[in-house]
Protein backbone atom coordinates (compact mmCIF):
# COMPACT_ATOMS: atom_id res chain seq x y z
CA UNK A 1 0.00 0.00 0.00
CA UNK A 2 2.78 2.46 0.79
CA UNK A 3 4.34 2.10 -2.75
CA UNK A 4 1.06 2.77 -4.25
CA UNK A 5 0.63 5.70 -1.60
CA UNK A 6 4.04 6.85 -3.20
CA UNK A 7 3.57 6.26 -6.62
CA UNK A 8 0.33 8.53 -6.56
CA UNK A 9 1.98 11.16 -4.68
CA UNK A 10 4.74 11.34 -7.28
CA UNK A 11 2.34 10.97 -10.10
CA UNK A 12 0.40 14.54 -9.03
CA UNK A 13 4.08 16.03 -8.33
CA UNK A 14 6.04 14.92 -10.95
CA UNK A 15 3.37 16.04 -13.40
CA UNK A 16 1.27 19.46 -13.43
CA UNK A 17 -1.99 17.80 -11.81
CA UNK A 18 -0.69 18.62 -8.32
CA UNK A 19 0.50 22.28 -8.40
CA UNK A 20 -2.86 23.29 -10.47
CA UNK A 21 -4.80 21.45 -7.84
CA UNK A 22 -3.48 23.49 -4.89
CA UNK A 23 -3.14 26.66 -7.25
CA UNK A 24 -6.91 26.23 -8.25
CA UNK A 25 -7.76 25.73 -4.82
CA UNK A 26 -6.49 28.60 -3.05
CA UNK A 27 -6.52 30.90 -6.13
CA UNK A 28 -10.23 30.78 -6.00
CA UNK A 29 -10.32 30.66 -1.91
CA UNK A 30 -8.45 33.53 -1.85
CA UNK A 31 -10.41 35.88 -3.99
CA UNK A 32 -13.44 34.93 -2.74
CA UNK A 33 -12.29 35.83 0.90
CA UNK A 34 -10.50 38.45 0.75
CA UNK A 35 -10.90 40.47 -3.15
CA UNK A 36 -14.40 40.18 -3.83
CA UNK A 37 -16.13 42.84 -2.31
CA UNK A 38 -19.44 40.58 -1.68
CA UNK A 39 -17.93 38.06 0.34
CA UNK A 40 -14.64 39.35 1.51
CA UNK A 41 -13.91 38.86 5.08
CA UNK A 42 -12.93 42.59 5.42
CA UNK A 43 -16.45 43.87 4.30
CA UNK A 44 -18.13 41.32 6.69
CA UNK A 45 -16.90 42.60 9.65
CA UNK A 46 -17.26 39.59 11.95
CA UNK A 47 -13.92 37.30 12.54
CA UNK A 48 -15.07 34.12 11.60
CA UNK A 49 -13.66 31.56 8.49
CA UNK A 50 -17.42 31.16 7.64
CA UNK A 51 -16.71 31.58 3.92
CA UNK A 52 -13.78 29.74 4.10
CA UNK A 53 -16.11 26.51 5.17
CA UNK A 54 -19.08 27.06 2.80
CA UNK A 55 -16.79 28.19 -0.08
CA UNK A 56 -14.02 25.30 0.44
CA UNK A 57 -16.87 22.36 -0.45
CA UNK A 58 -18.17 24.12 -3.41
CA UNK A 59 -14.97 24.03 -4.83
CA UNK A 60 -14.03 20.36 -3.72
CA UNK A 61 -16.98 19.56 -5.37
CA UNK A 62 -15.16 19.70 -8.67
CA UNK A 63 -11.64 19.49 -7.77
CA UNK A 64 -11.74 16.18 -6.18
CA UNK A 65 -13.36 14.33 -9.12
CA UNK A 66 -11.00 15.87 -10.65
CA UNK A 67 -8.08 15.23 -8.88
CA UNK A 68 -9.63 11.39 -8.98
CA UNK A 69 -10.87 10.70 -12.28
CA UNK A 70 -7.56 9.26 -13.76
CA UNK A 71 -7.44 6.89 -10.26
CA UNK A 72 -8.71 3.90 -12.24
CA UNK A 73 -9.77 5.10 -15.16
CA UNK A 74 -5.92 5.54 -16.78
CA UNK A 75 -4.87 2.27 -15.42
CA UNK A 76 -8.22 0.51 -17.00
CA UNK A 77 -7.65 2.21 -20.18
CA UNK A 78 -4.08 1.84 -20.47
CA UNK A 79 -3.95 -1.51 -19.23
CA UNK A 80 -1.45 -1.09 -16.20
CA UNK A 81 -4.12 -2.17 -13.70
CA UNK A 82 -3.09 -5.77 -14.86
CA UNK A 83 0.32 -5.00 -13.77
CA UNK A 84 -1.22 -4.02 -10.36
CA UNK A 85 -3.36 -7.13 -9.97
CA UNK A 86 -0.60 -9.30 -11.05
CA UNK A 87 1.91 -8.26 -8.19
CA UNK A 88 1.99 -9.03 -4.74
CA UNK A 89 -1.02 -6.43 -4.15
CA UNK A 90 -4.50 -6.86 -3.03
CA UNK A 91 -7.18 -5.15 -4.28
CA UNK A 92 -7.62 -3.13 -0.51
CA UNK A 93 -3.90 -2.53 -0.71
CA UNK A 94 -4.44 -0.87 -4.07
CA UNK A 95 -7.43 1.10 -3.06
CA UNK A 96 -6.16 2.61 -0.32
CA UNK A 97 -2.76 3.50 -1.56
CA UNK A 98 -5.11 5.54 -4.30
CA UNK A 99 -7.30 6.85 -1.32
CA UNK A 100 -4.34 7.76 0.67
CA UNK A 101 -2.51 9.68 -2.01
CA UNK A 102 -5.64 11.76 -2.96
CA UNK A 103 -6.49 12.62 0.81
CA UNK A 104 -2.75 13.71 1.26
CA UNK A 105 -2.46 15.89 -1.89
CA UNK A 106 -6.02 17.47 -0.42
CA UNK A 107 -4.76 17.99 2.77
CA UNK A 108 -1.77 19.87 1.12
CA UNK A 109 -4.26 22.29 -0.59
CA UNK A 110 -5.76 22.81 2.92
CA UNK A 111 -3.44 23.30 4.89
CA UNK A 112 -1.89 27.04 3.90
CA UNK A 113 -5.37 27.93 4.96
CA UNK A 114 -3.88 28.14 8.46
CA UNK A 115 -3.15 31.47 7.46
CA UNK A 116 -6.22 32.74 7.17
CA UNK A 117 -6.66 31.35 10.57
CA UNK A 118 -3.79 33.45 11.52
CA UNK A 119 -4.31 36.63 9.83
CA UNK A 120 -8.29 37.21 10.93
CA UNK A 121 -6.92 35.87 14.56
CA UNK A 122 -5.11 39.56 14.13
CA UNK A 123 -7.63 41.08 12.65
CA UNK A 124 -9.98 40.89 15.46
CA UNK A 125 -10.94 43.35 17.96
CA UNK A 126 -10.13 42.80 20.67
CA UNK A 127 -7.02 40.75 19.07
CA UNK A 128 -7.56 37.04 19.04
CA UNK A 129 -11.42 37.19 18.82
CA UNK A 130 -12.00 33.82 17.07
CA UNK A 131 -14.21 31.26 17.72
CA UNK A 132 -11.14 28.34 18.06
CA UNK A 133 -13.77 25.44 18.52
CA UNK A 134 -15.60 25.73 15.85
CA UNK A 135 -13.21 26.67 13.62
CA UNK A 136 -11.17 23.40 14.50
CA UNK A 137 -14.34 21.48 14.48
CA UNK A 138 -15.00 22.88 10.57
CA UNK A 139 -11.77 21.84 9.64
CA UNK A 140 -11.98 18.57 10.92
CA UNK A 141 -15.71 18.68 9.07
CA UNK A 142 -14.17 19.62 5.84
CA UNK A 143 -10.99 16.79 6.13
CA UNK A 144 -14.11 14.75 6.34
CA UNK A 145 -16.51 15.98 3.60
CA UNK A 146 -13.37 15.46 1.24
CA UNK A 147 -12.35 12.13 2.52
CA UNK A 148 -16.09 11.37 1.57
CA UNK A 149 -16.11 13.06 -1.76
CA UNK A 150 -12.50 10.89 -2.80
CA UNK A 151 -14.25 7.93 -2.09
CA UNK A 152 -17.12 8.47 -3.84
CA UNK A 153 -14.92 9.75 -6.96
CA UNK A 154 -13.01 7.11 -6.51
CA UNK A 155 -15.36 4.79 -7.42
CA UNK A 156 -16.97 7.05 -10.34
CA UNK A 157 -13.09 6.25 -12.02
CA UNK A 158 -13.80 2.56 -11.47
CA UNK A 159 -16.71 2.74 -13.07
CA UNK A 160 -15.36 4.22 -16.72
CA UNK A 161 -12.46 3.89 -18.67
CA UNK A 162 -12.80 7.68 -19.99
CA UNK A 163 -11.38 9.84 -17.71
CA UNK A 164 -14.31 13.10 -19.11
CA UNK A 165 -16.93 10.37 -18.14
CA UNK A 166 -15.20 9.50 -14.70
CA UNK A 167 -15.02 13.43 -13.67
CA UNK A 168 -18.91 13.77 -14.88
CA UNK A 169 -19.89 10.67 -12.61
CA UNK A 170 -17.82 11.71 -9.85
CA UNK A 171 -18.96 15.27 -9.67
CA UNK A 172 -22.74 14.65 -10.02
CA UNK A 173 -22.59 12.08 -7.20
CA UNK A 174 -20.60 14.25 -4.74
CA UNK A 175 -23.33 17.19 -5.83
CA UNK A 176 -25.99 14.40 -5.00
CA UNK A 177 -24.95 13.27 -1.53
CA UNK A 178 -23.68 16.50 -0.70
CA UNK A 179 -26.60 18.53 -1.57
CA UNK A 180 -29.29 16.03 -3.23
CA UNK A 181 -30.79 15.02 0.03
CA UNK A 182 -31.00 18.16 1.23
CA UNK A 183 -32.69 19.36 -1.69
CA UNK A 184 -34.76 16.32 -1.67
CA UNK A 185 -35.92 16.36 1.52
CA UNK A 186 -37.77 19.53 0.85
CA UNK A 187 -39.91 18.46 -1.60
CA UNK A 188 -43.11 18.95 0.31
CA UNK A 189 -44.19 14.93 0.25
CA UNK A 190 -41.80 14.46 2.61
CA UNK A 191 -42.60 17.41 5.40
CA UNK A 192 -43.08 15.41 8.88
CA UNK A 193 -42.62 12.42 7.56
CA UNK A 194 -38.71 11.01 6.39
CA UNK A 195 -37.78 14.58 5.60
CA UNK A 196 -35.59 14.52 8.68
CA UNK A 197 -33.82 11.71 7.83
CA UNK A 198 -33.08 12.04 4.39
CA UNK A 199 -31.56 15.36 5.08
CA UNK A 200 -29.36 12.89 7.68
CA UNK A 201 -28.27 10.61 4.87
CA UNK A 202 -26.73 13.77 2.94
CA UNK A 203 -23.66 14.76 3.87
CA UNK A 204 -24.53 19.01 4.69
CA UNK A 205 -26.47 18.18 7.65
CA UNK A 206 -23.03 16.10 8.98
CA UNK A 207 -21.09 18.93 7.70
CA UNK A 208 -22.74 21.80 9.59
CA UNK A 209 -23.65 19.54 13.19
CA UNK A 210 -19.90 19.17 13.32
CA UNK A 211 -18.20 23.06 11.98
CA UNK A 212 -20.41 23.66 15.21
CA UNK A 213 -17.26 22.65 16.87
CA UNK A 214 -19.05 19.73 18.98
CA UNK A 215 -17.55 16.76 17.52
CA UNK A 216 -20.38 14.32 17.88
CA UNK A 217 -19.73 10.46 17.61
CA UNK A 218 -22.29 9.93 15.35
CA UNK A 219 -21.19 12.68 12.79
CA UNK A 220 -17.95 10.51 12.93
CA UNK A 221 -19.85 7.49 12.26
CA UNK A 222 -21.93 8.39 9.39
CA UNK A 223 -18.35 9.79 7.17
CA UNK A 224 -16.47 7.07 7.86
CA UNK A 225 -19.28 4.57 6.85
CA UNK A 226 -20.15 6.67 4.01
CA UNK A 227 -16.45 6.56 2.86
CA UNK A 228 -16.39 2.63 3.17
CA UNK A 229 -19.58 2.02 1.69
CA UNK A 230 -17.92 3.88 -1.41
CA UNK A 231 -14.73 1.77 -1.00
CA UNK A 232 -16.83 -1.02 -0.89
CA UNK A 233 -18.49 -0.46 -4.14
CA UNK A 234 -14.99 -0.01 -5.86
CA UNK A 235 -13.87 -2.63 -4.59
CA UNK A 236 -16.61 -5.29 -5.90
CA UNK A 237 -16.59 -3.43 -9.15
CA UNK A 238 -12.73 -3.85 -9.27
CA UNK A 239 -13.41 -7.88 -8.47
CA UNK A 240 -16.13 -8.14 -10.84
CA UNK A 241 -14.48 -6.01 -13.89
CA UNK A 242 -11.19 -7.82 -13.65
CA UNK A 243 -13.03 -10.83 -14.47
CA UNK A 244 -14.74 -10.29 -17.87
CA UNK B 1 6.51 -29.74 -11.54
CA UNK B 2 6.32 -25.77 -12.10
CA UNK B 3 2.70 -25.16 -13.40
CA UNK B 4 -0.14 -27.84 -13.67
CA UNK B 5 -3.83 -27.24 -15.14
CA UNK B 6 -6.71 -29.21 -15.09
CA UNK B 7 -9.78 -29.18 -16.45
CA UNK B 8 -9.66 -25.20 -17.04
CA UNK B 9 -12.82 -23.29 -17.99
CA UNK B 10 -13.42 -19.96 -18.55
CA UNK B 11 -16.70 -18.05 -19.75
CA UNK B 12 -17.01 -14.72 -20.69
CA UNK B 13 -20.73 -14.14 -20.06
CA UNK B 14 -21.96 -16.88 -22.91
CA UNK B 15 -18.66 -17.69 -24.40
CA UNK B 16 -16.76 -20.27 -23.38
CA UNK B 17 -13.11 -18.77 -23.71
CA UNK B 18 -11.51 -22.39 -22.43
CA UNK B 19 -13.58 -25.14 -22.63
CA UNK B 20 -11.07 -27.31 -19.72
CA UNK B 21 -7.61 -27.76 -21.02
CA UNK B 22 -5.03 -29.81 -19.21
CA UNK B 23 -1.64 -29.23 -19.09
CA UNK B 24 1.68 -29.80 -17.11
CA UNK B 25 5.00 -27.95 -17.23
CA UNK B 26 8.18 -29.37 -15.41
CA UNK B 27 10.58 -26.73 -14.20
CA UNK B 28 12.91 -25.40 -16.88
CA UNK B 29 11.31 -25.68 -19.49
CA UNK B 30 10.09 -22.90 -22.43
CA UNK B 31 6.75 -23.58 -23.56
CA UNK B 32 5.28 -21.87 -26.61
CA UNK B 33 1.57 -21.32 -26.77
CA UNK B 34 0.45 -20.66 -29.96
CA UNK B 35 -2.95 -20.36 -31.43
CA UNK B 36 -4.98 -18.44 -33.60
CA UNK B 37 -6.63 -14.98 -32.28
CA UNK B 38 -9.41 -15.79 -29.77
CA UNK B 39 -8.16 -19.14 -29.08
CA UNK B 40 -7.47 -18.63 -25.09
CA UNK B 41 -3.94 -17.85 -24.57
CA UNK B 42 -4.26 -14.42 -23.39
CA UNK B 43 -7.52 -16.11 -21.17
CA UNK B 44 -4.53 -18.75 -19.95
CA UNK B 45 -2.16 -16.32 -19.14
CA UNK B 46 -4.54 -14.16 -17.23
CA UNK B 47 -5.75 -17.01 -15.03
CA UNK B 48 -2.20 -18.10 -14.50
CA UNK B 49 -0.70 -14.80 -13.68
CA UNK B 50 -3.52 -14.42 -11.15
CA UNK B 51 -5.31 -11.42 -12.61
CA UNK B 52 -8.49 -13.73 -13.14
CA UNK B 53 -9.79 -15.37 -10.15
CA UNK B 54 -12.89 -16.59 -11.08
CA UNK B 55 -12.66 -19.98 -13.32
CA UNK B 56 -13.83 -23.68 -13.08
CA UNK B 57 -10.90 -26.23 -12.59
CA UNK B 58 -7.43 -25.59 -11.01
CA UNK B 59 -4.57 -24.18 -11.79
CA UNK B 60 -1.85 -24.27 -9.63
CA UNK B 61 1.91 -23.43 -9.75
CA UNK B 62 4.22 -25.00 -7.46
CA UNK B 63 2.02 -26.97 -5.86
CA UNK B 64 0.16 -23.66 -5.09
CA UNK B 65 -3.48 -23.34 -5.94
CA UNK B 66 -3.52 -19.97 -8.19
CA UNK B 67 -7.24 -19.30 -6.38
CA UNK B 68 -6.23 -19.82 -2.92
CA UNK B 69 -2.89 -18.20 -2.80
CA UNK B 70 -2.74 -15.51 -5.00
CA UNK B 71 -0.19 -13.35 -3.06
CA UNK B 72 2.38 -16.55 -2.88
CA UNK B 73 1.85 -17.15 -6.37
CA UNK B 74 2.22 -13.69 -7.44
CA UNK B 75 5.70 -13.93 -5.93
CA UNK B 76 6.58 -16.65 -7.65
CA UNK B 77 5.99 -15.70 -11.28
CA UNK B 78 6.96 -12.60 -13.26
CA UNK B 79 4.34 -11.85 -15.73
CA UNK B 80 4.28 -9.69 -18.79
CA UNK B 81 0.53 -8.72 -19.89
CA UNK B 82 -0.39 -8.60 -23.61
CA UNK B 83 0.46 -5.22 -25.15
CA UNK B 84 2.98 -4.25 -21.82
CA UNK B 85 1.10 -2.12 -20.25
CA UNK B 86 3.86 0.86 -18.98
CA UNK B 87 3.10 4.11 -17.05
CA UNK B 88 4.57 6.30 -19.64
CA UNK B 89 4.81 9.05 -17.43
CA UNK B 90 7.29 7.52 -15.35
CA UNK B 91 10.87 7.38 -15.65
CA UNK B 92 12.39 3.77 -16.46
CA UNK B 93 14.24 4.27 -13.23
CA UNK B 94 11.52 5.51 -11.02
CA UNK B 95 9.25 3.17 -13.09
CA UNK B 96 11.27 0.26 -11.57
CA UNK B 97 11.72 1.48 -8.15
CA UNK B 98 8.34 1.38 -7.98
CA UNK B 99 7.87 -1.98 -8.64
CA UNK B 100 10.48 -3.68 -6.53
CA UNK B 101 8.87 -1.35 -3.88
CA UNK B 102 5.58 -3.70 -4.75
CA UNK B 103 7.63 -6.72 -3.89
CA UNK B 104 9.43 -5.60 -0.53
CA UNK B 105 13.08 -6.42 -2.02
CA UNK B 106 16.05 -5.42 -0.28
CA UNK B 107 18.45 -3.18 -1.61
CA UNK B 108 15.88 -1.67 -4.14
CA UNK B 109 18.77 0.55 -5.53
CA UNK B 110 21.02 -2.73 -6.41
CA UNK B 111 18.75 -4.73 -7.72
CA UNK B 112 17.17 -1.65 -10.21
CA UNK B 113 20.43 -1.17 -11.23
CA UNK B 114 21.64 -4.74 -12.08
CA UNK B 115 18.02 -5.59 -14.22
CA UNK B 116 18.88 -2.29 -16.04
CA UNK B 117 21.88 -4.08 -16.87
CA UNK B 118 20.49 -7.30 -17.80
CA UNK B 119 18.11 -5.76 -19.73
CA UNK B 120 20.27 -3.44 -21.87
CA UNK B 121 18.82 -0.01 -20.58
CA UNK B 122 21.56 1.38 -18.97
CA UNK B 123 21.61 4.11 -21.92
CA UNK B 124 17.54 5.03 -21.65
CA UNK B 125 17.47 4.59 -17.74
CA UNK B 126 16.82 8.62 -17.33
CA UNK B 127 14.29 8.74 -20.06
CA UNK B 128 11.04 9.03 -19.12
CA UNK B 129 9.02 5.43 -20.88
CA UNK B 130 6.72 7.59 -23.56
CA UNK B 131 10.04 8.80 -25.18
CA UNK B 132 10.89 5.09 -25.50
CA UNK B 133 11.06 3.18 -28.72
CA UNK B 134 8.89 -0.42 -28.68
CA UNK B 135 11.73 -2.47 -28.77
CA UNK B 136 13.53 -0.16 -25.22
CA UNK B 137 9.44 -0.32 -23.83
CA UNK B 138 9.62 -4.10 -24.30
CA UNK B 139 12.76 -4.38 -22.83
CA UNK B 140 10.93 -1.90 -19.72
CA UNK B 141 8.25 -4.93 -19.47
CA UNK B 142 10.31 -7.36 -19.34
CA UNK B 143 12.84 -5.70 -16.69
CA UNK B 144 8.98 -5.28 -14.31
CA UNK B 145 8.69 -8.76 -14.76
CA UNK B 146 12.17 -10.01 -13.97
CA UNK B 147 13.28 -7.56 -11.02
CA UNK B 148 12.04 -9.82 -8.39
CA UNK B 149 13.75 -13.07 -10.32
CA UNK B 150 10.84 -14.95 -10.58
CA UNK B 151 11.27 -19.03 -10.62
CA UNK B 152 8.45 -19.10 -13.45
CA UNK B 153 7.97 -15.88 -16.55
CA UNK B 154 4.95 -15.56 -18.23
CA UNK B 155 5.14 -13.50 -21.39
CA UNK B 156 2.33 -12.63 -23.53
CA UNK B 157 3.06 -12.07 -27.06
CA UNK B 158 6.81 -10.25 -26.07
CA UNK B 159 7.39 -9.79 -29.21
CA UNK B 160 4.17 -8.13 -31.10
CA UNK B 161 4.98 -5.19 -33.05
CA UNK B 162 8.73 -5.25 -33.33
CA UNK B 163 11.32 -4.92 -35.45
CA UNK B 164 13.06 -7.82 -37.13
CA UNK B 165 16.47 -6.41 -35.10
CA UNK B 166 14.21 -5.69 -31.91
CA UNK B 167 13.38 -8.92 -32.51
CA UNK B 168 16.01 -10.80 -32.72
CA UNK B 169 17.10 -8.83 -29.62
CA UNK B 170 14.32 -9.26 -27.23
CA UNK B 171 13.92 -13.56 -28.82
CA UNK B 172 18.08 -14.13 -27.46
CA UNK B 173 17.23 -11.89 -23.98
CA UNK B 174 14.42 -14.53 -23.71
CA UNK B 175 16.54 -17.27 -24.57
CA UNK B 176 19.44 -16.10 -22.06
CA UNK B 177 16.79 -15.55 -19.33
CA UNK B 178 15.32 -19.05 -19.75
CA UNK B 179 18.15 -20.44 -19.28
CA UNK B 180 17.49 -20.89 -15.82
CA UNK B 181 13.75 -20.59 -15.45
CA UNK B 182 10.12 -22.16 -16.74
CA UNK B 183 8.91 -19.69 -19.86
CA UNK B 184 5.21 -19.84 -21.11
CA UNK B 185 4.97 -17.48 -23.49
CA UNK B 186 2.41 -16.84 -25.91
CA UNK B 187 3.04 -15.74 -29.98
CA UNK B 188 1.26 -16.21 -33.40
CA UNK B 189 5.24 -15.84 -35.08
CA UNK B 190 6.04 -19.90 -35.62
CA UNK B 191 9.97 -19.55 -36.61
CA UNK B 192 10.28 -17.86 -33.27
CA UNK B 193 8.18 -20.77 -31.58
CA UNK B 194 10.46 -22.82 -33.06
CA UNK B 195 13.76 -20.96 -32.38
CA UNK B 196 13.00 -20.91 -28.50
CA UNK B 197 11.21 -23.15 -27.54
CA UNK B 198 11.47 -26.86 -26.27
CA UNK B 199 7.34 -27.51 -26.56
CA UNK B 200 4.39 -26.07 -27.95
CA UNK B 201 1.17 -26.06 -26.68
CA UNK B 202 -1.55 -25.14 -29.91
CA UNK B 203 -5.01 -24.03 -28.99
CA UNK B 204 -7.58 -23.67 -30.47
CA UNK B 205 -11.08 -22.01 -29.90
CA UNK B 206 -11.09 -22.76 -25.87
CA UNK B 207 -9.58 -26.52 -27.10
CA UNK B 208 -5.62 -27.82 -26.11
CA UNK B 209 -5.16 -29.25 -29.92
CA UNK B 210 -1.57 -30.50 -29.76
CA UNK B 211 1.00 -30.17 -26.86
CA UNK B 212 4.53 -31.86 -28.10
CA UNK B 213 7.77 -31.53 -28.77
CA UNK B 214 8.17 -29.22 -31.78
CA UNK B 215 10.46 -32.08 -33.84
CA UNK B 216 7.57 -34.76 -32.81
CA UNK B 217 4.77 -32.41 -33.93
CA UNK B 218 6.34 -31.84 -37.36
CA UNK B 219 6.78 -35.92 -38.36
CA UNK B 220 3.26 -36.80 -36.78
CA UNK B 221 1.79 -34.33 -39.07
CA UNK B 222 3.62 -34.69 -42.03
CA UNK B 223 2.85 -37.98 -44.04
CA UNK B 224 3.52 -36.08 -47.32
CA UNK B 225 6.92 -34.99 -48.88
CA UNK B 226 6.35 -32.34 -51.87
CA UNK B 227 9.04 -30.98 -54.61
CA UNK B 228 8.70 -27.79 -56.55
CA UNK B 229 10.08 -28.10 -60.39
CA UNK B 230 10.92 -26.00 -62.66
CA UNK B 231 11.97 -26.98 -66.07
CA UNK B 232 12.26 -25.39 -69.50
CA UNK B 233 9.30 -26.40 -71.32
CA UNK B 234 6.08 -27.99 -70.74
CA UNK B 235 5.89 -31.38 -69.99
CA UNK B 236 2.64 -33.07 -71.20
CA UNK B 237 3.38 -36.28 -70.39
CA UNK B 238 1.96 -39.22 -67.92
CA UNK B 239 4.38 -38.89 -64.93
CA UNK B 240 5.23 -42.21 -63.82
CA UNK B 241 6.73 -42.18 -60.35
CA UNK B 242 7.32 -44.34 -57.32
CA UNK B 243 4.90 -43.07 -54.18
CA UNK B 244 3.79 -40.40 -56.34
CA UNK B 245 0.18 -38.94 -54.98
CA UNK B 246 -0.10 -35.81 -57.25
CA UNK B 247 0.94 -33.32 -59.58
CA UNK B 248 -0.08 -29.79 -59.93
CA UNK B 249 1.12 -27.94 -62.82
CA UNK B 250 1.67 -24.17 -61.36
CA UNK B 251 2.25 -22.30 -64.32
CA UNK B 252 5.70 -21.00 -66.07
CA UNK B 253 7.18 -24.42 -66.70
CA UNK B 254 6.67 -25.13 -63.26
CA UNK B 255 5.14 -28.02 -61.15
CA UNK B 256 4.66 -29.66 -57.51
CA UNK B 257 4.54 -33.32 -57.14
CA UNK B 258 3.07 -34.69 -53.80
CA UNK B 259 4.56 -37.66 -52.73
CA UNK B 260 3.71 -40.16 -49.92
CA UNK B 261 6.02 -39.96 -47.50
CA UNK B 262 8.61 -43.13 -47.51
CA UNK B 263 12.29 -43.29 -46.62
CA UNK B 264 13.05 -43.20 -50.34
CA UNK B 265 14.38 -39.83 -51.58
CA UNK B 266 12.16 -39.73 -54.90
CA UNK B 267 14.48 -36.85 -56.41
CA UNK B 268 17.41 -39.25 -58.56
CA UNK B 269 13.84 -40.75 -59.64
CA UNK B 270 12.65 -37.67 -60.91
CA UNK B 271 15.56 -36.21 -62.50
CA UNK B 272 15.90 -39.36 -64.59
CA UNK B 273 12.37 -38.99 -65.56
CA UNK B 274 13.16 -35.35 -67.02
CA UNK B 275 16.38 -36.58 -68.63
CA UNK B 276 14.39 -39.10 -70.52
CA UNK B 277 12.15 -37.02 -71.88
CA UNK B 278 14.37 -34.37 -73.31
CA UNK B 279 13.65 -31.85 -70.69
CA UNK B 280 16.35 -29.75 -69.07
CA UNK B 281 15.53 -28.91 -65.14
CA UNK B 282 16.37 -25.73 -64.18
CA UNK B 283 14.85 -26.30 -60.33
CA UNK B 284 14.12 -28.99 -57.93
CA UNK B 285 13.53 -28.34 -54.13
CA UNK B 286 11.71 -30.03 -51.66
CA UNK B 287 9.91 -27.83 -49.80
CA UNK B 288 10.19 -28.20 -46.15
CA UNK B 289 7.01 -28.14 -43.93
CA UNK B 290 7.45 -24.91 -41.82
CA UNK B 291 5.42 -24.61 -38.17
CA UNK B 292 2.87 -22.59 -40.26
CA UNK B 293 1.80 -25.78 -42.06
CA UNK B 294 1.91 -27.60 -38.64
CA UNK B 295 -0.16 -24.85 -36.79
CA UNK B 296 -2.82 -24.52 -39.78
CA UNK B 297 -3.18 -27.85 -40.05
CA UNK B 298 -4.44 -28.05 -36.40
CA UNK B 299 -6.77 -25.30 -36.47
CA UNK B 300 -7.89 -25.14 -39.72
CA UNK B 301 -8.94 -28.65 -40.24
Not at chain 1, 185 to 193: A, D, Q, R
Not at chain 2, 153 to 176: A, F, S, W, Y
Not at chain 2, 239 to 252: F, K, R, S, T, Y
Amino acid sequence: MWAIFVKEVNGFFSTLTGYVVVGVFLTLLGLIMWVFPDYSILDYNYASLDQLFTVAPIIFLFLIPAICMRSFSEEKQSGTIEILFTKPLTEWQIILGKYAGALFLVFIAILPTVIYYYTIWHLGAPQGNIDRGEVIGSYIGLFFLAAIFIAISLYASVLSNNQIVAFLIGALLCFLVYYGFYFISTIPVFFGGVDDLLQKIGIDYHYRSISNGAIDSRDVLYFLSAVFIFLFMTHQYLRQNRNQ
Amino acid sequence: MSILVKNLEKRYGEQKALAGINFSIDSGEIVGLLGPNGAGKTTTMKILSGFMDVYDGEASINGLDVHKSPLEIKQLIGYLPEHNPLYLDMYVREYLTFIASIYRLDKVKERVSNIIDLTGLKAEQHKLIKALSKGYRQRVGLAQALIHDPEILILDEPTTGLDPNQLVEIRQLIKNIGAEKTIVFSSHIMQEVQAICDRVIILNRGVLVADDKIDYLDQALNKQREILLELDKSLEVDWVLHDLQEVIPIGNHQYRLIFNKTDKDPRPEIFDFIVERQCKLLQMVERKSTMEDVFQKMTLG
